[in-house]
């Protein structure tokens, strides 16, 4: 950059276990406004130091587009949770974070917002079907833009191995309909379902 050298190092998953283990990072819930002075960092900075994880699992909640409630809502939607995300995802401390080591990820509400796909009556984007049927197709596409498309296949759910342990990421938020008049409300398609039940086998 600049004319200056610059080293980088890419990280493989290894083929199988040995006597050394192998290490990974479950996170979820990442709320920016507490880490202003980047505790976050510092605490994975530490784990990755201390043991050498080959790589993380972001869980979900990586991003909050339902806070604050009162938002500039004169922006389109696109628009709105994108400033949100850059916000997070130009974080200093927080790319740092997502450098450490490679990252599999999936979603829960706060992608969305709280309890998606319910609508909420305290939140505007979720206030009722016309704003859920606006907002939510919004926030799909910078879930995919800035975390899905990083994924195995930019896939919502996968499988991987390290021999002999075998991982399922399941999704049981994006595909997730809301409650019927019965209270039922399936989370997962019948696709994943298949996915899943053949990955136990």
Excluded at 46 to 69: C, E, R, S, T
């Amino acid at each position: 950059i600049n004319g200056d050298a610059q080293t980088s190092t890419w990280s493989t998953l290894p083929q199988q276990v040995t006597d050394k283990g192998v290490t990974f990072l479950f996170a979820s819930c990442f709320w920016q406004n507490a880490d202003r002075d980047g505790y976050y960092r510092a605490g994975m900075k530490d784990l990755q130091a201390l043991a050498h994880p080959h790589f993380k699992m972001l869980v979900g909640d990586q991003v909050y587009l339902d806070w604050p409630i009162y938002w500039n809502f004169d922006k389109r939607p696109i628009e709105l949770f994108g400033d949100r995300y850059r916000r997070y995802w130009g974080d200093e401390y927080y790319r740092e974070v997502l450098q450490l080591c490679p990252n599999f990820i999936t979603c829960d509400d706060h992608e969305y917002w709280n309890d998606y796909p319910e609508t909420q009556p305290h939140l505007l984007q979720a206030w009722d079907d016309a704003h859920c049927n606006t907002y939510g197709p919004a926030a799909e596409i910078l879930y995919y833009q800035f975390q899905r498309c990083l994924n195995p296949e930019e896939a919502r759910w996968y499988s991987f191995a390290i021999d002999p342990v075998s991982f399922f990421m399941a999704d049981t938020r994006s595909e997730r309909v809301r409650c019927d008049d019965k209270g039922k409300n399936p989370f997962m398609s019948e696709a994943q379902w298949n996915a899943l039940e053949g990955w136990q086998q």
